[in-house]
């Protein structure tokens, strides 16, 4: 939930964090076309980073993710350039 959140304040993403209820998050991206650049900054942080499809990605957390983890994770994606 948290990191759906974090999600939703960021410009390139459009995600509704009250419809996530598991530790899976899709969201849609803004700009399709900035799917694979969104997944290479991931990646080059050490995230591990897929597609489901154009302008969707899907977030995975699990129980060795704490907040530091999801801060990071948040952290990174800030960092993205506003579609």
Known sequence: ARLARGLAELPQFEID????QTNIVIAE??????TEPVLETLRAQGFLAGAMGAGRIRFVTHLDVDDDGLDRALRALRALPAS
């Open 17 to 20: 964090p009250a419809a996530v």
């Open 29 to 34: 991206l803004s700009e399709p076309a900035a």
